[in-house]
């Protein structure tokens, strides 16, 4: 069992930048760690993706240019920075891991889940 745990999330405005963390990836099991993003009425989106040992990374659309996804393997942490934050960005932010058998940008790849942590950029 992976327990996951995020923290981070806030209230922002426009611009501003916050950084998300995730503890527990790491300790068994991961192979990939993600982030995912869920607005109200809207599907889970794949945020970003990273190797949890050889540290490549890969990003959605809405993330390429602005996010950064960065691990400490020895802290078992995973991180998002997110900068030039935008209010479509809003919604709460889910820290995922899986095995290595499934695509990055599915959901429905990742075993393990965290509860999420909301984020809210206000215009």
């Known amino acids: 069992q992976v327990q996951l745990v995020e923290s981070g999330g806030g209230l922002v405005q426009t611009g501003d930048p916050l950084r998300l963390s995730c503890v527990g990836p790491g300790r068994t099991f991961t192979a990939y760690a993600a982030w995912f993003r869920q607005a109200p009425g809207k599907e889970r989106e794949f945020v970003a993706a990273?190797?949890?040992?050889?540290?490549?990374?890969w990003y959605g659309d809405p993330a390429k240019g602005r996010f950064t996804i960065a691990r400490d393997i020895a802290k078992g942490t995973l991180w998002l920075q997110m900068n030039r934050l935008k209010p479509e960005d809003t919604g709460v932010y889910y820290c995922?891991?899986?095995?290595?058998?499934?695509?990055?940008?599915?959901?429905?790849?990742?075993?393990?889940w965290g509860r999420g942590t909301q984020v809210t950029v206000s215009s």
């Open positions: 995922a891991v899986q095995g290595g058998s499934g695509r990055l940008e599915y959901a429905s790849s990742y075993e393990y």
């Open positions: 990273i190797n949890w040992n050889g540290g490549d990374t």
